[in-house]
């Protein structure tokens, strides 16, 4: 039937079409027609236009060009003609291209293997380090959002307008969901919001980076998309809740919740550190005659803390049973429920903490707002709820009350271009210790604790 159609030489149109019978094809002859140029019907009904063209190998192609109906005879016939243009001029294989785009990468898949190198240190921080477990677990949440998105998309399909759709999505919390972890009892709580949609779209940049580095895709599509403001409120205690975080340590001390974890609490209250770098801190890097901590791996870099007489006290109250100052419950690791505990001992006090079960209180102490099994507390919205975060944020506000400068607070704290980073130093100045104290000390005072006063330096007299 196709011979006899072919025979027939004649320009392909809408009578042609209609003619066709099921796995039969014609192509285009007469006057005006183009070479290679036809329309194929399969067994059923549709009925799809092609072209036929060599490449500069001298191979045979079949291009699908779309289906009748989508496109009239006259269109199909324009577009072949283009087709067959860019094959001669410019040595272009367009059904290659066409095979390429549809077996090319999806999203999902650019996300596993950004994570899969970023987990085997072939994906470098701005530092050129290797990124953090702690960030690796940050940037796993993160691609959920993404891949519930846009994971589908093929890699070279995202465009701007994609990603600005998916960060709107992330701040209404389209994305948000509970779901198992695998862990017995564990649950993984993926939320939504402006600060995580921000915080998704800078990650996003940095995937679509590494794709354009391994020749996925020729730009990055989110670079030049206006991101969302962050909602994030800096968070500070109030007088009432300094004193309930005083009421929190002390029963809880009282209550034999776990002393690391009553010991890291009241640490991160008189230093200002972050609560991944004083669970990951080790015995080898203090130095308690100076009064000093030396990190070698920060999220800045190397870092000299000046260390108060307060966070001395700290650490000489804690027995020395393995490398790390802050033990686990069980095993030599860090202290992975640090977050539950914190929570546990906040809620002792009063403190707007997410709600967790608690141990039992022993008798002869009362714990505020609590029962015997249950922490009570009333609803609160993200913002307000007091994290080892926000103690680090009040330490540095009570610094900046004080008249502090921001690189002494900056050098307090560990702030990213304010650390101690030089090698030859191994010990904190007077000055940063006097500062410390002075903070740590009014931290304490709030707290309902006698001050302790801050420890007087003779600086050495000029020559």
Not at 271 to 279: D, K, N, S, V
Not at 395 to 404: E, R, W
């Amino acid at each position: 039937m196709a011979s006899d159609n072919q025979a027939k030489a004649r320009k392909i149109g809408l009578a042609q079409v209609r003619d066709l019978e099921p796995n039969s094809e014609i192509f285009d002859g007469g006057p005006g027609s183009v070479a290679g140029f036809g329309a194929r019907r399969r067994a059923g009904s549709v009925v799809s236009y092609f072209c036929m063209y060599r490449t500069a190998e001298g191979r045979l192609r079949r291009f699908t060009i779309g289906q009748h109906g989508a496109l009239t005879p006259d269109e199909a016939r324009t577009k072949a003609r283009e087709v067959l243009a860019s094959v001669k001029v410019k040595g272009a294989d367009p059904a290659a291209e066409k095979r390429t785009r549809r077996e090319a990468a999806t999203v999902a898949e650019l996300c596993e293997a950004y994570l899969a190198d970023a987990e085997a240190g072939r994906v470098l921080t701005r530092n050129g380090a290797a990124k953090k477990a702690s960030t690796l677990l940050s940037d796993k949440g993160r691609i959920d959002h993404i891949k519930a998105l846009i994971g589908s998309l093929k890699v070279a399909a995202v465009t701007p307008r994609d990603v600005e759709a998916m960060m709107h999505a992330i701040a209404e919390g389209r994305t948000a969901a509970r779901k198992a972890t695998g862990r017995k009892r564990g649950l993984s709580n993926r939320r939504g919001g402006a600060g995580v949609a921000r915080r998704t779209i800078g990650l996003l940049g940095g995937i679509f980076a590494y794709a354009v580095k391994h020749h996925m895709r020729a730009d990055n599509p989110a670079h030049g998309v206006q991101r969302t403001a962050d909602g994030r409120r800096e968070r500070r205690l109030s007088d009432p809740e300094y004193a309930g975080l005083g009421d929190a340590l002390r029963l809880a001390t009282a209550a034999d919740v776990w002393p690391s974890a009553v010991a890291a609490t009241r640490f991160l209250a008189v230093t200002g550190w972050r609560a991944g770098e004083a669970l990951a801190l080790r015995w080898a890097e203090v130095d308690l005659p100076r009064r000093t901590a030396t990190l070698t791996d920060t999220k800045s870099g190397r870092s000299i803390r000046p260390l108060s007489n307060a966070a001395c006290d700290v650490l000489r109250s804690l027995p020395r049973s393995g490398d790390l100052v802050f033990a686990a419950t069980r095993g030599q690791g860090e202290m992975s429920g640090f977050r539950s505990l914190f929570d546990r001992i906040g809620a002792m006090g009063g403190l707007p903490v997410a709600e967790r079960k608690m141990s039992p209180v022993p008798s002869g102490v009362k714990a505020k707002a609590t029962k015997r099994s249950k922490v009570i507390t009333k609803p609160v919205a993200d913002a307000d709820l007091i994290t080892p975060h926000v103690l680090r944020h009040s330490f540095a506000s009570l610094a900046g009350d004080l008249g502090y400068s921001e690189a002494t607070i900056g050098s307090l704290i560990g702030h990213k271009g304010q650390s101690v980073t030089s090698r030859y130093i191994h010990s904190a100045d007077a000055v940063l210790l006097a500062a410390a104290d002075k903070v740590a000390d009014e931290t304490l005072s709030r707290m309902g604790e006698a001050m302790k006063g801050a420890e007087v330096i003779q600086m050495p007299r000029r020559a």
